[in-house]
T-cell receptor, first 109, second 115 residues
Framework: DAKTTQPTSMDCAEGRAANLPCNHSTISGNEYVYWYRQIHSQGPQYIIHGLKNNETNEMASLIITEDRKSSTLILPHATLRDTAVYYCIVRVGNNDMRFGAGTRLTVKP | GAVVSQHPSWVICKSGTSVKIECRSLDFQATTMFWYRQFPKQSLMLMATSNEGSKATYEQGVEKDKFLINHASLTLSTLTVTSAHPEDSSFYIC???????????FGQGTRLTVV
């Protein structure tokens, strides 16, 4: 019962930008968009989050559409170590985080 | 960033025994912690939400008497798998909420194998 939909898998060439889309058409006004990734056999790692405005940090950029119904996570220069499953989640406050299937990103040399 | 430590990172136990997994927030206080289970090649499945000082809220289909959760302090939550069976073998992950707006920080996970 995740509130987001993502492509099952994507490939990206090393050194190129990886653009991972996420649809969250039922997002409510106070829900944030969070992105996490999970490298094999590890706990999820926080990447970035946003509400309305685009956000950028040392790991990635988050582009949220004006209607907030979708977003894109951008890894500007993907490396082999970015190969992971990427999860897009919407939540507010102390509400629980439910994971969808995520996108399995494979960065290829 | 905030650190959540989960222990042990892996454990093998005999069928019928109980196993306790600890989840600690090392540098922040977490009033809310979540426990997840993940089977191979699947996503994380929320098992329960744990609030400090109160009973955990379990997701539908998760047996509360089998998966005992205790959140006695603001920095520690434990998950005990009682009378473990081979089908309980899985990757268990905890998450703790902290910061503003509240962010979720994850432990490194515990791989449980029941033989």
């Amino acid at each position: 019962d995740a509130k987001t939909t993502q492509p099952t898998s994507m490939d990206c060439a090393e050194g190129r930008a990886a653009n991972l889309p996420c649809n969250h058409s039922t997002i409510s006004g106070n829900e944030y968009v969070y992105w996490y990734r999970q490298i094999h056999s590890q706990g999820p790692q926080y990447i970035i989050h946003g509400l309305k405005n685009n956000e950028t940090n040392e790991m990635a950029s988050l582009i949220i559409t004006e209607d907030r119904k979708s977003s894109t996570l951008i890894l500007p220069h993907a490396t082999l170590r970015d190969t992971a499953v990427y999860y897009c989640i919407v939540r507010v406050g102390n509400n629980d985080m439910r994971f969808g299937a995520g996108t399995r990103l494979t960065v290829k040399p | 960033g905030a650190v959540v430590s989960q222990h042990p990172s892996w454990v093998i136990c005999k069928s019928g025994t109980s196993v306790k997994i600890e989840c600690r927030s090392l540098d922040f206080q977490a009033t809310t912690m979540f426990w997840y289970r993940q089977f191979p090649k699947q996503s994380l499945m929320l098992m329960a939400t744990s609030n400090e000082g109160s009973k955990a809220t379990y997701e539908q289909g998760v047996e509360k008497d089998k998966f005992l959760i205790n959140h006695a302090s603001l920095t520690l939550s434990t998950l005990t798998v009682t009378s473990a069976h081979p089908e309980d073998s899985s990757f268990y992950i905890c998450s703790a909420l902290g910061g503003q707006p509240t962010e979720a920080f994850f432990g490194q996970g515990t791989r449980l194998t029941v033989v």
